[in-house]
Every structure is written in C-alpha cells, then in structure tokens.
C-alpha cells in the first residue's frame, strides 16, 4: 500500500550540508502531509520537520529550525530535507512519515514510516 525509502545520508563534519530524499509510494484520495523525524542511540525517536500537501505549511523543531529545510516535489513523489550547518548532535537515523491528515505538525497522526538512512555528523 505504501512504500517509503530514504537516501543521502552519510557522514559530514560539523559545519557541513547533506540532503537527504524520500521517494514514496502512496495511494490516497486526499492530500497527506510528510515529515522526518530522527532517533539518536539511546534517544527517543523526535520530530523533525513536516511539511503539508501543498507546501504552504512547514514545521520545524527548535533545535534544527533555521539550519534545515523541507520541501517536497508531488510530481516526484519525493520529500527532502536540506540540512545545513550540520552538529555533533544531529547525528542519528533520520526517517520520512506520512501523514494522511495532511497535518504534518510534530503531533500530526503519522501512519506509515521508511526504514531511515543513517546521518553521522563529526565534531
């Protein structure tokens, strides 16, 4: 029914860029909002960013607002998440959602998840 798979991860040094994608695979009647969310060994699984149907609506978490961004391209089916100014701490396996109600904020109902591309970040 769904399909997400993640790509570009790697590892950078702090202070570096990585662009991470989302190719997905969904059938729905109505828009859906996506978003990322990221897990740290040892750390609860947090959100990202989110992002709605059209676009217009973004979200971002206070710790990576003003360094990341979403953006999403519906004829490729495919989210991004450009990462800039890149630290130690975010360094975990970053994992693309969606969300059917087209909500895309941190508490949005996100159903259906990617296996995650790993994000390693040096200091």
């Known amino acids: 029914q769904v399909q997400l798979v993640e790509s570009g991860g790697g590892l950078v040094q702090a202070g570096g860029s990585l662009r991470l994608s989302c190719a997905a695979s969904y059938r729905t009647s109505g828009a859906y909002a996506m978003g990322w969310f990221r897990q740290a060994p040892g750390r609860e699984r947090e959100f990202v960013a989110g992002?709605?149907?059209?676009?217009?609506?973004?979200y971002y978490a206070d710790s990576v607002k003003g360094r990341f961004t979403i953006s999403r391209d519906n004829a490729k089916n495919t989210v991004y998440l450009q990462m800039n100014s890149l630290k130690p701490e975010d360094t975990a396996v970053y994992s693309c959602?969606?969300?059917?109600?087209?909500?895309?904020?941190?508490?949005?109902?996100?159903?259906?998840w990617g296996q995650g591309t790993q994000v390693t970040v040096s200091s």
């Open positions: 992002i709605s149907w059209s676009g217009g609506a973004t």
């Open positions: 959602a969606v969300d059917p109600g087209n909500r895309g904020w941190r508490s949005g109902h996100y159903d259906y």
